[in-house]
């Protein structure tokens, strides 16, 4: 499915992110998934922890030794089999990466301690939510689609969590949050069936908006 219109343009100033990051990192979980016998919904939640788990290290500044770690993994890990049993492992060749990763989160948190070896499970996390802040306008939809953490796009598809992924996107069930600095209202047309909202945050070049045919209102 062909990126939509507001996307070109917002990936073109982020160093292509989706083909490097969410592209290759599909595949790594679909493997993985497959491994172990899972499911559609076990292959889309190992991309959100990678994600969301990436997210958690820049807070913490050790976004760097994660991706390291994580790359080793897409590089390394692998299918096994034990008897009548298939397991993803990369045979302790990414647990330098790992530790030097879980250090860094030692080093830099207090509530964080230790370093670990072996599988480590990303998952367990919580996002910490943005504070909601008073806008001019708010979605009031129930879900939403991001990149990253500077755009967040109220799509009004039909069925939203299949556009999001679709696209290349973030999907949550939860609306955009407050903090943004920029509305961008965009047509249907493209892969927009139904007229879409962009919630624009720091970091994000809102001349995206105009180069998809909406309309930018600025906060």
Do not use: H
Not at 21 to 32: D, L, T, V
Not at 102 to 117: F, K, T
Not at 195 to 216: I, K, L, Q, R
């Amino acid at each position: 499915m062909r990126i939509g219109l507001l996307l070109p343009l917002m990936l073109s100033g982020c160093g292509n992110l989706l083909s490097g990051m969410f592209s290759g990192f599909n595949a790594y979980c679909e493997e993985k998934a497959d491994c172990m016998d899972g499911n559609d919904e076990d292959e889309k939640a190992c991309v959100i922890d990678i994600q969301n788990t990436r997210r958690i290290s820049r807070v913490y500044g050790c976004e760097a030794d994660y991706e390291e770690y994580i790359q080793c993994m897409k590089e390394e890990a692998d299918c096994e089999s034990e008897g009548r049993y298939d397991y993803w492992t990369d045979e302790g060749e990414c647990n330098d990466d790992l530790d030097d990763y879980l250090d860094c989160l030692s080093d830099e948190s207090d509530v964080i301690g230790g370093s670990g070896g072996g599988d480590y499970d990303t998952g367990g996390w919580d996002w910490p939510e943005e504070e909601e802040e008073e806008e001019a306008e708010e979605w009031s939809g129930s879900d939403s689609c991001w990149y990253e953490d500077m755009l967040c796009i109220a799509a009004n598809e039909p069925d939203n969590e299949a556009w999001c992924y679709g696209v290349g996107l973030e999907y949550s069930a939860d609306p955009c949050s407050g903090g943004y600095y920029g509305v961008c209202a965009i047509p249907a047309g493209g892969d927009y069936t139904s007229p879409a909202t962009a919630y624009y945050y720091e970091g994000f070049d809102e001349s995206s908006c105009e180069g998809a045919g909406g309309t930018y209102t600025e906060y």
